[in-house]
């Protein structure tokens, strides 16, 4: 009898934490109640019941960051809020200025509405953080401008989990009277938030960031800071005329009782994954060439960003099917680039894509993070002794004779920091080869298709050492046309041997 397979350890609670049980009874509850199914702005009593139930929660959406009910405005979830806030604001301001500050490291919810900000007209900078990964406040001092309308600065950044000093650059908005918005989906719920004593003008949360379900999240919205908002759609005229459309209450109610969960839970939850993520860290750290991403900052307890030297992101996540966790590495991620976060913090294009976020939660336990450190301890040491950077120097000669009267030949391409780094070493004898072995760096893909060619390359001559070409490889291995530039690079290795091929043998 085989073991039944252990169900991966979620380990990416920054992408989306669980449904807490409390919260997914409470959505069926008000699913099935007598009545919470009416229309929210409907007179009669099924609309009024559907209505207290929203307000219920938006007092508990309210109560968890310090704000009044009606400063909150619901939305679809964070995405939406910040697309409210960044259009929103700055188009009701754009009579006063066209100017909008942000930085590199927000998440594509605020940074795509900024490239749509630029076609309309406005200017917007973009800071960069320091190398552990903050936003100097004088840096957003220097860059405001008479101009300027909006500055919106995320208040945890979702990679490396690194908290931003929101109150110092708060203050220093408010002084000026510009509006500052905070993207803080990864903040709320995770640590203490009060917006009245963060001088925060509008903050886009969600709740399937903090147990609650998808779909649902809010704006926080000053009171007296609306002038500074113009909707983005138009309707029946629901949460103020800012978000109209009828309000999903089940949603609603999921998010209240999320956020009274996350308000009860914080401080015992924040200890608690504080102790857990020093442990994983401190794992990690010893299986050594280890790079903490935002080390010396102050961080959100459940995030830990590790580069790990000599592997690729991809690779090592690709092995550790055991765990569900993200990387920074963009082998199979629709963008070309490895994270641009760990970029902008000064990471090389290799320590970016050798990235791992760890992110944890209300349900994880120490024994999942050791099994987490573990399987990345036996994936590390596999990747590193496959890769080229595991021969030294004396290793490395381009054709040598062998005791068995062949020859040994090597062939090469890519090299440290390349995205493809391979080396074949091929014995020949009587004119073929009579073995093949291979190191390789690189993504999964790299990795597989420098195993394949390995295994078929026994028994063939000069003449055909070439299994077929780059194009045939990336189709019986399924690999993306993109990537075939790196084919390209594994077969100039194989060209190499060729070179290196012994006269007679
Ligand atoms: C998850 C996340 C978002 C997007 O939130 P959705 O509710 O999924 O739209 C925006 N910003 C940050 C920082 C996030 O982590």
Known sequence: ????????????????????????EAMIECLRAQGGWGNPSSTHVFGR????????????VAALIGACPEEIVFTSGATESDNMALLGIARANAHRGRHVVSSRIEHKAVLDPCKHLQREGFAVTLLTPGRSGTIDPRAVTAALRPDTVLVSLMLVNNETGVIQDIEAISALCRDRGIPFHTDAAQAVGRIPIDVHSLAIDFMSFTAHKLYGPKGIGALYVRAGAKPHLQPLTFGGGQEKGLRPGTLPTHQIVGFGVACERAGALLGQESERLML??????????????????????PRVPGILNVSFEGVEGESLVKGLGELAVSTGSACNSASAEPSYVLRALGRDTELAQSSLRFSFGRFTTAAELERAANAVRRELERLRALSPASEGPEDVRA??????????????????????????????????????????????????????????????????????????????????????GRLLRIEDALHECLRHWPAEV
């Open 1 to 24: 009898m085989t073991e039944p397979e252990l169900e991966p350890v979620y380990l990416d609670y920054a992408a989306s934490t669980p449904v807490d049980p409390a919260v997914a």
């Open 49 to 60: 019941r559907a209505a207290e139930r929203i307000e219920a929660a938006r007092r508990q």
């Open 276 to 297: 857990l993520r020093e442990a994983l860290w401190s794992r990690l750290a010893s299986l050594g060439g280890t790079h903490l991403n935002g080390e010396g900052e």
């Open 399 to 484: 054709a040598w004779p062998t005791r068995t009267g062949g020859a040994g030949i090597m062939g090469e391409a890519g090299g440290p920091g390349q995205e493809v780094w391979v080396r074949f070493r091929l014995q020949v004898r009587h004119g073929s080869v009579c073995s093949a072995s291979f190191k390789a760096y690189g993504c999964p893909h790299t990795l597989a298709v420098a195993a394949w060619l390995a295994a078929r390359l026994e028994g063939r001559s000069r003449a055909e050492l070439i299994p077929g070409r780059p194009e045939d490889w990336a189709r019986e291995l399924a690999v993306p046309v993109e990537k075939l």
